[in-house]
Every structure is written in C-alpha cells, then in structure tokens.
C-alpha cells in the first residue's frame, strides 16, 4: 500500500490504481488521509484484511471480495464501501445491512461500452469470425464453396434478452438496424419502462430459450440467476442458436453449456465472463475440436472502450455525468461529506 496525504480525519482504502487523474486532488481536499494499493492487480486478501483496520471508506473493483471477514478486520468505523463496478455480487449486501455500512456503485458507465462488445461478439460468433481467420492463416482456405462458413444470421431472427435492464435495453437498440423480426425478454418481471419502445415482449425463461436465434444474458448475478443456464434451459434452445453472455459467468453452468456446445445442442457462445476469470489456458472449453473457435472468449473488453484516448482509463467522462463518477459517488457516500441519498446508493 502506497499513502497518499495525510490530513488525518478519515481513513480511506483504495484497492487499485485504476481511477481518474483527479481523484487524489479531489479527495485531498476533504482532509482525509488516504491508502492505495499501488498496482494494476488486485490487492492480496492478507494485505487487504490487514489494511482496512479502522478505515472509515473502502472504495474497491469487483476483484475484491467484501464479505464479513473485510468488515469484520475494518471494524466499526467503517461505514461506507464504494465499488467501482456496475454489478455488486463481490458485496455481501446481507453483511453491509447487519453493520449498517452503505454502499456505492457506478452504474450505466460502460452501458455503451458493454452493449457494444455484446454486439461484437455476438456478430464475430455467429458469422465465425476467428474460426473463418484461423482457417484463412492456417491453409484451411481451399477453393471457394458456397456452404463453407456460412453462420447464421440477424435479418428476420429472434433475439432473446435474459435480463432487460439498460444494458440489455442497449443491445436491442443496436441489433434492430439488422431486420431482428422479435424481441423477446425473461427478467423477474415485465419490464415495460425498458420494453414498450423497443417493442421487446415478457416471456418465460422457458420459452424465451424455445423460441431465441440469439440469446443474449445481460442479467445481474443474484442468488436467483446463479445457474440460471443449465443443461435444462440448453436442451430447450435450438441447435442453431447462439449463446452470448456479457453478465458474470455465474449465471451460466459452465460445464452444462460445455457439453451443450460438444453436443451440437446449440451451434455457439461468445463469452464475455467466465468462471473463474480468467480461464486456464487449458480449460475444456478453449479445446473443443468441433466448434472450439466458435467459443468466442472476451475477456472484459469493456475495460479498453472506457480507456481515454491518452490510454488513461477515465471514468470522468463529460458525457457519464454525475451519477456514474465513482469519486463524487464516494465522495458523497462517505461521512467526509454529508450523507446525501442518490439513486445509486443500494444501501
Ligand atoms: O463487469 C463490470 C462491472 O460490473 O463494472
């Protein structure tokens, strides 16, 4: 851990380097003393456990895990934790209640960013993008054949959203220009605020996977949607369909979407997340011989959309606004500043 200033009112933790170049400045100017764990990977748990004692503010990225054991090392001067992450399932929400501890996130930053590579890869797997590349460099092109290569496309198909928030609702926004013929969306209600534009229609899980070309999982990873992604929802799906999941990897089995794609029980995935991140090199599913690159695996793109264009990661951006700007988030969670009730606040 590397310490910052030291005008010694609160304490507060950073967990990685990753923030905006104005950050030490504008915390500064709040008088607390700061630590930052000073690098690009995450902060070893040891050091973690041992530098939250007597924080008041932890502001962390989804690689650390913040459960009973980092509040119960911080004690009881914590009181507000602040992530730098659109999903919170590294949070223990139940943990932070208990302790009365609120909490920051920052969401619709990367809802471009994300809708973007979900496209990306939606596109590069069901057209072959890297299978067509790694046969072009690889001699695999012989002469031409009208059916060689050929994927499956948009015009006129059924897309199926798993999860319609802005994210899902921006996907939809972006494939419409292709001739998708119907939206179709399974989430823990209708949806009508996000659906009625698009035009998107409430369907079960079941039949969302029954009648989907495309299925695209852009949901939150809850208690409720851990495994959501089955052998029992794969079998239901096409054998032409296409599996795309830009959420957490815990909301798909992966060995159940494994033997679904070895089985030809859908043709493909492109893979945004997996579990664990990232995969071992030699994990199954980077060696399937069939449809091996079909799997399309991203890790994280959306890391390089939000990079400034002088490579500095920003999350100040003009156009994110207020909301989305963790440091004035944490800022304004924290009790340097009076507390003041956002909507971003979960806690
Ligand atoms: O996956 C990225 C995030 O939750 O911010």
């Known amino acids: ?87 919170y399932d590294h949070v223990s929400l139940e ?62 198909s059924t897309v199926g959203i798993l999860g319609l928030g802005r994210i899902g609702a921006a996907v939809t926004a972006r494939l419409k220009p292709f001739g998708v013929k119907r939206f179709l969306y399974a989430d823990i209600g209708p949806r009508p605020d996000m659906a009625t534009k698009i035009p998107a229609e409430f369907v079960p899980l079941e039949e969302l996977a029954r009648h989907s070309d495309f299925i695209v999982v852009c949901c939150a990873l809850t208690p409720e949607t851990q495994g959501i992604c089955d052998n029992g929802l794969f079998s239901l799906m096409k054998d032409t369909a296409i599996f795309i999941n830009t959420s957490r990897g815990g909301v798909v089995n992966q060995e159940d979407l494994y033997q679904a794609l070895v089985n030809g029980q859908i043709a493909a995935a492109g893979l945004d997340v997996t579990e664990p991140e990232p995969l071992p090199t030699d994990h199954p599913l980077f ?45 304004c969670s924290c009790v340097i500043i009076r507390p003041v009730v956002l909507p971003v606040l979960v806690l």
């Open 1 to 87: 851990m590397h310490k910052v200033t030291t005008h010694q009112t609160s304490l507060v933790v950073f967990t990685n380097h990753s923030h905006g170049p104005d950050t030490f400045p504008r915390l500064s100017s709040c008088s607390c003393s700061i630590e930052q764990w000073d690098s690009d990977e995450p902060v070893p748990r040891s050091e973690l456990l041992a530098k939250v004692a007597g924080i008041r503010g932890l502001y962390c990225l989804l690689t650390e895990k913040i459960d009973a054991e980092v509040l119960d090392a911080a004690g009881r001067s914590l009181q507000v934790v602040s992530t730098m992450s659109v999903g």
């Open 95 to 156: 943990e932070l209640k208990k302790r009365g501890i609120r909490l920051g996130y920052t969401p619709d930053v990367l809802t471009e960013a994300v809708a973007e590579l979900t496209v990306a890869l939606l596109l590069a797997t069901s057209r072959r993008l890297l299978e067509a590349v790694h046969e072009a460099k690889n001699g695999g092109w012989g002469t031409w054949k009208p059916l060689w290569m050929c994927g499956y496309g948009l015009t006129d």
């Open 287 to 331: 060696k399937l011989k069939n449809c091996g690159e079909s799997v399309l695996i991203a890790v994280h793109q959306w890391l390089l959309a939000r990079m400034g264009r002088d490579g500095v990661p920003s999350l100040c951006l003009p156009e994110t606004g207020y909301w989305s700007d963790p440091v004035r988030l944490f800022l």
